[in-house]
């Protein structure tokens, strides 16, 4: 082998290493027990989704949630500044979903920054199945963002949040 081509294949071949090896860091989620959740966690969760639920039938919709003291200030800054956007998000769940009830919380994912908690829920039209309402919260349990997803029985919901995007997902 050639004196400028030895260089040239190992400085390639260190290239291809270094992008394998960092496009193979996934980010790790790991699916907390629910007999190991804290009972601090468990009951602000469960505080925070019930808010959540409420802000749905409120009529201030999503600024309901800016009289608590538990969001962050991402949260309060993406509800303030997408006032239009959650109110058509909550007319939109509100239309298409009906009431919605907590049935459980069913699962928690500790994430890099934050954990998870995923509840279970019953909306009141019997076209919409698979109802589940995500939150996160930060080390300070301050809530740090809230998802929801459904489907229905044609499978358009399937796979999307209802609601506007604010917070970055782990």
Do not use: W
């Not at 260089?7 to 996934?26: E, G, H, N, Q």
């Not at 966690?41 to 639920?53: F, P, S």
């Not at 930060?138 to 604010?166: H, Q, R, T």
Request: aromatic content about 10%.
């Amino acid at each position: 082998m050639s004196k400028i081509l030895k260089p040239i294949i190992l400085k390639y071949l260190l290239l291809v290493f270094l992008v394998v090896i960092s496009c193979d860091r996934t980010k790790k989620s790991n699916v907390i027990p629910l007999d190991s959740i804290s009972k601090k966690l468990k009951e602000r969760g469960l505080l925070k989704a019930k808010d959540i639920l409420t802000s749905f039938n409120d009529e201030r919709g999503a600024a309901y949630l800016l009289t608590t003291d538990y969001i962050t200030p991402k949260i309060h800054g993406g509800i303030t500044s997408s006032t239009k956007s959650f109110e058509k998000s909550y007319l939109l769940i509100k239309v298409s979903l009906g009431d919605l009830s907590l049935l459980e919380l069913y699962k928690v994912v500790q994430k890099e920054y934050v954990k998870t908690m995923y509840y279970k829920l019953k909306s009141s039209n019997d076209f919409i199945h698979d109802v589940n309402l995500l939150i996160d919260f930060n080390e300070d349990y301050k809530l740090a963002g809230y998802y929801l997803y459904a489907l229905d029985d044609d499978g358009l919901l399937k796979g999307k949040n209802l609601l506007p995007e604010i917070t970055l997902r782990y």
